[in-house]
């Protein structure tokens, strides 16, 4: 934005905090580019586990509550014994992971700028 701007840019609901919002916990984007790049849109549980190395299920289980509250991701029971979920992109999620995938798009062409970086503190990352 520029110096001068109108306020309302500035504001705290404006658009571009609201999307960056949505990557502001880390396995939000992956979940939502694991099921879209590997998983075809639609995944069971187990397999989305499997396929998010680092994520303990906690996380994964809490993670797809908020997505499916959000409305990025829809959950689909199946009346089995034992139960069968999978999740699948709604069509709003369909439509967020096209800035996700850019992004991934972009560090895949930039790694050895992303090897630069010094990883924070709590990063998992070796230098």
Not at 28 to 50: K, N, P, Q, V
């Amino acid at each position: 934005m520029q110096t001068g701007s109108d306020e309302e840019k500035w504001e705290e609901d404006c658009a571009p905090r609201r999307v960056l919002e949505l990557f502001s916990t880390k396995w939000t984007s992956m979940i939502l580019h694991t099921l879209h790049a590997r998983h075809d849109g639609i995944a069971r549980t187990g397999a989305l586990h499997r396929s998010l190395p680092g994520i303990s299920k906690k996380m994964l289980i809490q993670t797809l509550r908020e997505l499916q509250a959000s409305g990025l991701i829809e959950r689909h029971a199946q009346d089995t014994v034992p139960p069968a979920v999978s999740y699948a992109l709604s069509p709003l999620g369909k439509l967020m992971v096209q800035p996700i995938e850019m992004i991934y798009d972009w560090a895949r062409t930039n790694s050895s700028a992303l090897d630069q970086l010094q990883p924070r503190a709590t990063s998992r990352r070796r230098p």
